[in-house]
């Protein structure tokens, strides 16, 4: 029995997937996320454990990628200015400079993202790209994306709250206003913050199969929205349907 065999029976007979629910095509596996000083921690590590739970299913690899490899923090300016120190930190696996092969690259959001350190995230995704099979953001991680230029002349949104300062970044994207998330082509964007987990919820359902992704929401005990356009924050902040 070939390797691929032995993948498919254990994903039927461990996770009772249908062969009908099996994805058809070869399925991503190298899969790396942009991190930087100030990253929005569930933007991250909501849609990071969800893939977490599918690595048991599918083969998966992770690079974490960052300016340098020094822990990065969620720790934002303004807790110290009120005296708190609070945060999380996570270890990157390789430089924007060193990056390995990617197939899915993912963006979080944050208030990190709106620092001027932030370039060299931009340019790396500039650079990285051309070579990907998808591209995911979370929040106002489109805005990262937006001014790299890889969103220009495509649909996306972004988080609600700050709707204006991000979309303003970048006229030249096609920006859904009323939109939990947005498919364009090989780019998925994503609204704020916990929007990221219906995003690669739809994403998993996509590409490794909805059996998966119900499979995966049911043991995270996660109430999906499967409707893209679901979207009561676009309201509450006065969005403009169209």
Not at 196 to 221: R, T
Request: hydrophobic share 40%; charged share 15%; glycine share 8%.
């Amino acid at each position: 029995m070939s390797q691929l065999e032995d993948q498919v029976k254990h994903i039927m007979e461990r996770w009772q997937i249908s062969e009908q629910g099996l994805p058809k095509d070869p399925v991503p596996v190298n899969f790396g996320i942009v991190v930087f000083p100030g990253f929005q921690a569930l933007d991250a590590f909501g849609p990071l454990d969800a893939l977490n739970t599918l690595s048991c299913m599918f083969p998966l690899k992770l690079s974490i990628i960052a300016e340098t490899l020094d822990p990065v923090s969620t720790k934002v300016p303004n807790q110290l200015a009120i005296g708190s120190d609070f945060g999380q930190s996570i270890v990157p696996t390789h430089t924007f400079a060193s990056p390995p092969p990617l197939d899915v690259l993912l963006i979080p959001g944050g208030i990190g993202a709106m620092q001027p350190s932030i370039q060299s995230a931009i340019d790396f995704v500039t650079k990285t790209y051309p070579s990907l099979k998808y591209l995911i953001t979370v929040c106002n991680g489109a805005g990262i994306a937006a001014r790299s230029g890889v969103l220009d002349g495509k649909r996306a949104t972004t988080n609600k709250m700050g709707w204006w300062p991000e979309t303003s970044q970048r006229k030249e994207v096609q920006w859904v206003a009323h939109a939990r998330w947005v498919v364009d082509g090989n780019i998925w964007t994503s609204s704020g913050v916990s929007a990221g987990l219906d995003g690669i919820f739809a994403f998993i359902g996509a590409i490794y199969g909805e059996e998966a992704a119900e499979k995966v929401s049911n043991i995270l005990e996660y109430e999906r929205h499967k409707d893209p356009s679901w979207d009561p924050y676009a309201v509450l902040y006065g969005l403009p349907s169209a």
